[in-house]
Nanobody, 121 residues
């Protein structure tokens, strides 16, 4: 079994910073890609940032220059550093991991439970 645990959400003032963490545990052979998504009330879930197995990153235009995705392979943990937060960043943030479970040869997607980020003006 594989479990993802998210942490780091909370309430901050505009201009502040938060760092989200997503730790994967269990029978993991390899992690191929990580991503952070967010969903605001009444809105579709959208990709915020992604990183692949080579370390290449991709960001939504709305967060580029403010957010940074990174990964610690030894800890099977992905981070999202969020700086210069704006009220429009308010959403539930979800981590996504594409990995291979031990004993299998196929890639599967796993999702974190979500963590609330609220930015006040």
């Amino acid at each position: 079994q594989v479990q993802l645990v998210e942490s780091g959400g909370g309430l901050v003032q505009a201009g502040g910073s938060l760092r989200l963490s997503c730790a994967a545990s269990g029978s993991i052979v390899s992690i191929n890609a990580n991503g952070w998504y967010r969903q605001a009330p009444g809105k579709q879930r959208e990709l915020v940032a992604a990183i692949n197995s080579y370390g290449s990153t991709n960001y939504a235009a709305s967060v580029k220059g403010r957010f940074t995705i990174s990964r610690d392979n030894a800890k099977n943990t992905v981070y999202l550093q969020m700086n210069s937060l704006k009220p429009e960043d308010t959403a539930v943030y979800y981590c996504n991991v594409v990995l291979i479970v031990r004993g299998t040869t196929t890639r599967r997607d796993y999702w974190g439970q979500g963590t609330q980020v609220t930015v006040s003006s």
